[in-house]
């Protein structure tokens, strides 16, 4: 995996005047500023543009399904990887809508897909086993998936992607989620803990305990990141880590997505910590955890629509306003070449 270098900040203060001398009262468009002048900067250039954007929705299945952590049975993972197929998802039609390129990725689905549906076959193996007993995956499977996701992303890059989005489908995916952010922000399970696809109260405890004795038997090997995500991750989270590493390597502008994808962004940064400047966080999940997972990160999400769908929609809704970004950056008049007077010194 190639080492994410800081971002360059040389081109920074040319930057930030660019965009206090447009048309505006300092600061005035909030946010924008901010998303304009840190893809200025990924891109290192004054006139950055956006291309063929494009969102990869990783799936796998969970050993950790048999201890009762999900109200689901596991085969909605496979039934929801044809909804996408049939285009019939959430994400089919915002990525739609947003003009992006969709990719569904089966990183371990416990179904045999024929081979003639439109997936991305890269299937490690049908399911993960139970993190409760035993590590989810191999350290070769897990650097598999990681190299998996890194591929993904370059052969991308390499037909003009410089923007990326990132989902997951999984049935007991927040299960894992929830213990990879237990352990790598140091907090206990009961605070990163959520009702996932649904449950109720007692489901919550129930699941926080099997997170709590899962991370108790595993303390002694959960040393790095990578043995993290390895003992506890999923399939479709190490895939997605490999790509989002892989896409910052790239100079591209990674966009989070939420609860399940901030915990593979997590990942990421402990692996390079360089990785966060070049990341985007969509949205604050309604899934309990994800605001105090943002805090961990130091990071601020552009949005809160109370969405916990996953599948890559939050980082998908979140892309016109990064376009108004650089939109506003290019062609919105200076005060000097609109002969607008600025404010008093």
């Known amino acids: 995996m190639k080492t994410i270098p800081p971002l360059d900040k040389k081109l920074e203060l040319t930057l930030q005047h660019k965009i206090d001398h447009k048309t505006k009262p300092l600061g005035a468009l909030g946010q924008l500023e901010v998303l304009a002048r840190q893809i200025g900067l990924i891109q290192q250039t004054l006139t950055p543009r956006l291309s063929k954007p494009t969102a990869f929705v990783f799936a796998g299945d969970h050993g950790i399904t048999e201890a009762g952590i999900s109200p689901y049975p596991q085969a909605v993972t496979a039934q929801m990887v044809l909804n996408f197929v049939r285009g019939g998802a959430a994400i089919n039609v915002f990525a739609k809508q947003m003009g992006f390129e969709l990719h569904i990725v089966d990183a371990g689905v416990n179904y045999a897909f024929d081979d003639t549906v439109p997936v991305l076959h890269h299937k490690i193996a049908h399911g993960t086993q139970n993190f409760l007993s035993q590590a989810a995956m191999t350290p070769a499977q897990c650097q598999q998936a990681l190299d998996t996701g890194a591929k993904l992303v370059e052969a991308a890059v390499v037909s003009g992607s410089n923007v990326f989005a990132f989902g997951e489908m999984g049935i007991g995916n927040t299960t894992s989620a ?50 993290v995500l390895q003992y506890l991750g999923g399939f479709e989270i190490a895939m997605m880590v490999g790509a989002m590493l892989a896409a910052a390597s790239q100079s591209a502008v990674v966009l989070v997505d939420g609860f399940i994808s901030t915990a593979a962004a997590l990942v990421a940064a402990k692996m390079q910590p360089n990785f966060l400047q070049y990341c985007v ?32 929609t939050g980082a998908v809704l979140v892309y016109p306003l990064l376009q108004a970004a650089v939109n506003f950056l290019n062609d919105m008049t200076s005060f000097e070449d609109a002969g607008v007077s600025e404010a008093n010194a």
């Open 178 to 227: 929830a213990a990879i952010m237990s352990v790598l922000c140091g907090l206990p399970a009961s605070q990163c803990t959520g009702r996932g696809t649904g449950l109720d109260d007692a489901g919550v405890q129930h699941k926080a305990k099997v997170i709590s004795q899962a991370v108790a038997a595993h303390s002694g090997s959960l040393s790095t990141p990578q043995a």
């Open 281 to 312: 966080f969509s949205h604050c999940s309604h899934e309990s955890g994800h605001a105090l997972m943002l805090q961990h990160l130091g990071v601020t999400p552009v949005l809160n629509l109370d969405l916990r769908l996953g599948e890559g």
